[in-house]
């Protein structure tokens, strides 16, 4: 019965450190900035050559997407092609997705690249169409 007990312990304790540890090393301050559909959208009025990268799949854009998108790179592709972004290292990259989820992850990625100024769209292309803002639909992809 000890040795049940012992071992019991020394599982409980190895869980809490894997997940403490775990928990520690993501609980860092975040390297982007969140920012509402609405900030978002009065900064592309006054300056309309934003970079804004869409996460989504090609069949979403086409479903809908801000206009002046500059470049459309699924989150799932984004790690293996992050050379296409070489040399908008300091420049103002909006993120932007659905919902805001893929977006985030982009933007984790994005700054653990040496990307120093991400912002991440909260809300996605689901909050700005529902602020009536102007939208695209169909045409090309972006780069």
């Known amino acids: 019965m000890d040795n049940k007990v012992k071992i019991i312990f020394i599982l409980i304790l190895s869980v809490f450190l894997i997940y403490g540890y775990r928990y520690i090393v993501s609980a860092g301050p975040k390297q982007y900035e969140d920012i509402p559909v609405s900030e978002f959208y009065g900064k592309l009025k006054g300056y309309p050559g934003l970079f804004i990268l869409d996460v989504r799949t090609p069949e979403e854009y086409r479903e809908v997407h801000v206009i002046g998108t500059g470049r459309l790179i699924p989150v799932e592709e984004l790690k293996k092609r992050m050379d296409e972004l070489k040399g908008l290292e300091e420049t103002e990259i909006y993120v932007i997705c659905r919902s805001g989820r893929r977006s985030v ?34 045409g090309p992809l972006p780069d």
């Open 105 to 138: 992850t982009a933007s984790e990625l994005l700054t653990s690249h040496g990307f120093k100024k991400v912002f991440n769209v909260t809300g996605g292309i689901l909050e700005y169409k529902k602020m009536n803002y102007p939208v695209g639909q169909g």
